[in-house]
């Protein structure tokens, strides 16, 4: 019993280590003894054996049986106070530990997020919010990242209206029509950039325009991109060169009428290019401005130099069509020609002017061979002008001048006849007096009178870069007795008459015996009963304008016999045999081709087998060639023929 009460009190003390200790050793200890006892046994006392066996299950049990009474004891009130002390100190401190941890966190979190604000993302234009048209304006991007982070990849879109041209800068890269971008690259934390941009300001009227910007950027914290959008305003008021019209109110049908163009240089800059643009309309016939051409396709004219504080005055000469009381309106422009040949536009101004009825009533009537009032002639052609004026006033007119200007590559000028009058060759007119025709003396209220002329156009003709030709004319005259506003010599205009020409589409054949593209045979000349071979090329020309789905029909005659040799320079070729006949098609024939451009051309082998008795000068190894096409430039349809191919215009001799 006093090893119990030791085993007892060992496993309530504090210190349990005694115990374990214990336990070890015991069991140690009666490991041991079960060994010995294994390894000497006592064979002559088996009971004895027995016995003890039985005594250790005995002892076994017991000491389980005292270990579960020992820990129904209960604890001592202070040691159980002490555990529960210790405990709690652990999971306060635990939990206070995970409390600070938590808003240790959401203070981090917060502090980042609110480093990062995008109202902080400022984008400011600083510069004149008022400028005048002709004039620059300049201004200074600010771009502030009042934030605690960074910004990362950072570029700036600035989208401008077309009365903005902005000035090229090292910083500046193209953008989308109307835009153009700056890369503002990285951005620390509180960092501002700024760019000074410059704009060219064009605007006809006094207006409102917007700056408009994009800013595109990444914060360092955010793994999203974020656009800044804002809006500049810009007040476009006036113009540095104002410009305006004037004329005579009242004009009648033809009545050649001076405008009066006044520029004012408003500014401390010289203009030294600008330009004048006039909007011909249909009713409006310009004459002349007295200005140098920037070029023959446009209506745009060269203005020289205008110093700072100069006005200038230019003239522009033209008449007006339409009804009788119809208000007409010439407008014109003042402006540059930017850098892609785009006018822009720095002031413009316009002018009416009513249509009363006409005090000479003068028009042309033109005829090509038979056909009258023609607008398309062919090289070569005649033809025939008549010009008719009438005085519609209540008074007679005297002394009065006729004169046609005609204008055109195609004139052949050595043909030109005028009846009673003179043609200037130097300045491509003719002119009419009283003196070559009585009506022009005196023209009565009501009274008629004419007068004609003709000339030929070119048959062959080519000019480099001038595929689609015109000729004009335009009648005008004039008397001292109408009063003038703005003119000594009051004149009346016809209406402006274009005669379109023709292309000149020529076809040449040829033929040959002795040929390098196709072996031919047979006797030369040919023989009855014997067949002999011969070549046949066909080149084609064409000098002024485009010939679109050309076809080209060969009739061959029934004793022909067709080879299925051909060459062609392009196109395409089919033969009928039932019918014997060969087209040729092209898609296009070009302006130039056979002049300045290689032919197009054809050549095909046929064979012939002359009859018993038949002349040979007789033979016809062409019935007929026949063209078809549409001619774009006078917009019709083109039909050409051409006679036969005879065997005696055959050579002997290659091509």
């Given at each position: 019993?006093?090893a119990?009460?030791?085993l007892h009190r060992?496993l309530?003390s504090?210190?349990?280590k005694?115990l374990?200790?214990?336990k070890n050793?015991?069991?140690?200890?009666?490991?041991?003894?079960?060994?010995r006892e294994?390894s000497?046994p006592d064979?002559n006392?088996?009971?004895n054996?027995?016995l003890k066996?039985k005594e250790?299950?005995?002892?076994?049990d017991?000491?389980?049986?005292?270990?579960?009474?020992l820990?129904e004891?209960?604890?001592d009130?202070s040691?159980?106070?002490?555990?529960?002390?210790?405990?709690?100190k652990?999971?306060?401190?635990?939990?206070?530990?995970?409390?600070?941890l938590v808003?240790?966190?959401?203070?981090?979190v917060?502090?980042?997020?609110?480093?990062?604000e995008?109202?902080?993302?400022?984008?400011?234009?600083?510069g004149?919010?008022?400028?005048?048209?002709g004039?620059?304006?300049?201004?200074?991007l600010?771009?502030?990242?009042?934030?605690?982070?960074?910004?990362?990849?950072t570029k700036?879109?600035?989208i401008?209206?077309?009365?903005l041209r902005?000035?090229?800068?090292?910083?500046?890269?193209?953008?989308?029509?109307?835009?153009?971008?700056?890369n503002?690259?990285?951005?620390?934390?509180f960092?501002?950039?700024s760019?000074e941009i410059?704009?060219?300001?064009y605007?006809?009227?006094?207006?409102?325009?917007?700056?408009n910007?994009e800013?595109?950027?990444?914060?360092?914290?955010?793994?999203?991109?974020f656009?800044?959008?804002?809006?500049?305003?810009?007040?476009?008021?006036?113009?540095?060169?104002?410009?305006s019209?004037?004329?005579q109110?009242?004009?009648?049908?033809?009545e050649?009428?001076?405008?009066?163009?006044?520029?004012n240089?408003?500014s401390?800059t010289s203009f030294?290019?600008?330009i004048l643009?006039?909007?011909k309309?249909?009713?409006?016939q310009?004459?002349?401005s007295?200005?140098e051409?920037?070029?023959?396709?446009?209506?745009r004219?060269r203005?020289?130099?205008?110093?700072?504080?100069?006005?200038?005055?230019?003239?522009?000469l033209g008449g007006?069509?339409?009804?009788?009381?119809?208000?007409?309106?010439?407008?014109?422009?003042?402006g540059?020609l930017?850098?892609d040949?785009?006018?822009?536009?720095i002031?413009?101004?316009?002018e009416?002017?009513?249509?009363i009825p006409s005090?000479?009533?003068?028009t042309?009537?033109?005829?090509?061979?038979?056909?009258?009032?023609?607008?398309v002639v062919g090289?070569?052609?005649?033809l025939?002008y008549?010009?008719?004026?009438?005085?519609?006033t209540?008074?007679p007119?005297?002394d009065?001048?006729?004169i046609?200007?005609?204008?055109?590559d195609l004139?052949d000028e050595?043909?030109?006849?005028?009846?009673?009058?003179?043609?200037?060759?130097e300045n491509k007119?003719?002119?009419?007096?009283?003196?070559?025709?009585?009506?022009?003396?005196?023209?009565?209220p009501?009274q008629?009178?004419s007068?004609?002329f003709?000339?030929?156009t070119?048959k062959?003709f080519?000019?480099?870069?001038?595929k689609?030709?015109?000729?004009?004319s335009?009648?005008?005259?004039?008397s001292?007795n109408?009063?003038?506003?703005?003119l000594g010599n009051?004149?009346?205009s016809?209406?402006k008459?274009?005669?379109?020409?023709k292309?000149?589409l020529e076809?040449?054949?040829?033929?040959?015996?002795?040929?390098?593209?196709?072996?031919?045979?047979?006797p030369?000349p040919v023989?009855?009963?014997?067949?002999?071979?011969?070549?046949?090329?066909?080149?084609?020309?064409?000098?002024?304008?485009?010939?679109?789905?050309?076809k080209?029909?060969?009739?061959l005659?029934?004793?022909?016999?067709?080879?299925?040799?051909?060459?062609k320079?392009?196109?395409?070729?089919?033969f009928?045999?039932?019918?014997n006949?060969?087209t040729?098609n092209?898609?296009?024939?070009?302006?130039?081709?056979?002049?300045?451009?290689?032919?197009?051309?054809l050549?095909?082998?046929?064979a012939v087998?002359p009859q018993v008795?038949?002349?040979?000068n007789?033979i016809?190894?062409?019935?007929?060639?026949?063209?078809?096409g549409?001619?774009?430039?006078?917009e019709e349809?083109i039909?050409?023929?051409?006679?036969?191919f005879?065997?005696?215009?055959?050579?002997?001799?290659?091509?």
């Open positions: 019993m006093s119990l009460r030791d060992k309530h504090i210190d349990n005694a374990v200790e214990r050793s015991l069991d140690d200890y009666s490991t041991k003894e079960t060994n294994k000497v064979k006392n088996s009971d054996l027995k066996n250790e299950e005995i002892s076994k017991t000491p389980n049986k005292e270990e579960n009474q820990n004891i209960p604890l009130s040691q159980e106070n002490s555990f529960f002390k210790r405990n709690i652990i999971i306060l401190i635990t939990f206070l530990s995970l409390i600070f808003v240790a966190g959401v203070f981090y917060k502090y980042k997020q609110g480093s990062f995008q109202e902080n993302v400022l984008i400011e234009f600083q004149n919010k008022e400028v005048r048209s004039e620059k304006l300049a201004q200074k600010i771009i502030n990242n009042n934030n605690r982070t960074a910004l990362k990849n700036i879109k600035i401008f209206p077309e009365e902005p000035v090229q800068a090292s910083f500046i890269e193209s953008g989308p029509a109307g835009s153009f971008y700056i503002t690259g990285d951005m620390k934390k960092e501002k950039k760019y410059q704009f060219s300001v605007s006809s009227f006094d207006s409102q325009v917007y700056l910007t800013f595109s950027y990444m914060p360092e914290n955010f793994n999203s991109n656009v800044k959008e804002t809006t500049h305003l810009v007040d476009i008021g006036g113009s540095v060169v104002s410009f019209l004037v004329s109110q009242e004009a009648s049908f033809g050649t009428v001076k405008f009066i163009g006044v520029l240089n408003n401390d030294d290019n600008l643009e006039i909007n309309n249909n009713f409006f310009f004459e002349s007295g200005l051409k920037i070029s023959e396709s446009d209506d004219f203005i020289p130099t205008l110093k700072n504080g100069e006005k200038m005055e230019v003239e522009i007006f069509t339409g009804e009788v009381n119809s208000i007409q309106k010439l407008s014109s422009r003042i540059i930017g850098d040949e785009k006018f822009l536009e002031s413009s101004a316009e009416v002017v009513k249509i005090r000479i009533g003068i042309q009537k033109i005829n090509a061979g038979s056909n009258s009032d023609a607008d090289a070569g052609e005649s025939g008549t010009i008719n004026f009438r005085n519609n209540s008074s007119l005297t009065l001048i006729l046609e200007k005609i204008e055109g004139i050595s043909t030109i006849k005028v009846n009673n009058g003179h043609y200037n060759q007119e003719i002119i009419w007096k009283a003196s070559d025709v009585p009506a022009l003396k005196v023209l009565n009501g008629s009178g007068a004609t003709k000339f030929n070119k062959d080519f000019a480099e870069n001038k689609n030709h015109i000729i004009t335009r009648s005008r005259i004039s001292l109408i009063n003038s506003n703005l009051k004149e009346i016809s209406e008459e274009e005669v379109k020409v292309t000149n076809v040449l054949t040829f033929g040959s015996f002795d040929d390098t593209i196709f072996d031919n045979y047979g030369v023989v009855s009963g014997e067949e002999t071979s011969i070549t046949i090329k066909v080149d084609l020309k064409n000098n002024f304008n485009k010939v679109r789905d050309f080209m029909l060969i009739k005659p029934s004793g022909i016999t067709w080879k299925d040799k051909i060459s320079s392009s196109g395409e070729v089919n009928n045999p039932r019918a006949e060969l040729w092209v898609k296009a024939i070009e302006p130039g081709v056979g002049y300045d451009k290689p032919v197009e051309e050549l095909f082998q046929i087998n008795n038949q002349t040979i007789d016809k190894l062409i019935n007929s060639i026949t063209l078809n549409y001619e774009e430039f006078i349809k039909y050409l023929q051409k006679d036969g005879e065997i005696n215009n055959v050579s002997e001799n290659g091509f």
